[in-house]
C-alpha cells in the first residue's frame, strides 16, 4: 500500500494562542459592549431597541437582587428573633420525633400517641410564625 497523502500542514493555532486569544477578548470585551451602548442610547433616534431592553431587564433585575437580599435579612431577622416553630411527639415505640410543620404533624399521627400528638398540635399552634400571617 502506497503512503498516504500527508502533504497538508496543519495550522500553527496551538491551545496557549487560543487561550491567549480568549483573554485578551473577554478582557476588552466589556468596554467595547459598554462604549457602544453608551453610543446608541445617548437618546439618539437610531437606538437600538436591544440594548433599550437590555438596560431596562439589568435595572430591574438590579432591583430584584436588592428586594431578594433584603427580604433575605428580615427572614434572617425574624428567625433569630422569634425562632423556628417545632414539636416533639413521642412516638409508640418510644422514640421522640421533632416536627417542623403541620404537614410533618400529620403524617406522625396514629391512634396510639392521640394524646401525645394533641399537646404537641397546641405546642406548634402557640409558635407565633407556625401558622403563617393571620393579618394577611
Known sequence: MDDSDNSMSLSFVTRRRLLAGTATAAVAWPFQV??????LTD???AADPALRL?????KIHNETLALCREQQRLETHL??????PCAKVRLA???ELTLH?????????SPEIEVE?????????AHPGA???RRC
Open 34 to 39: 459598554k462604549s457602544r451602548a453608551a453610543e
Open 43 to 45: 437618546g439618539s433616534s
Open 54 to 58: 437590555c438596560g431596562n431587564w439589568q
Open 79 to 84: 428567625a433569630r428573633t422569634v425562632g423556628f
Open 93 to 95: 415505640d418510644g422514640t
Open 101 to 109: 410543620s403541620m404537614e410533618g404533624m400529620n403524617d406522625a399521627y
Open 117 to 125: 400528638w394533641g399537646r404537641a398540635v397546641a405546642d406548634f399552634a
Open 131 to 133: 401558622l403563617g400571617c
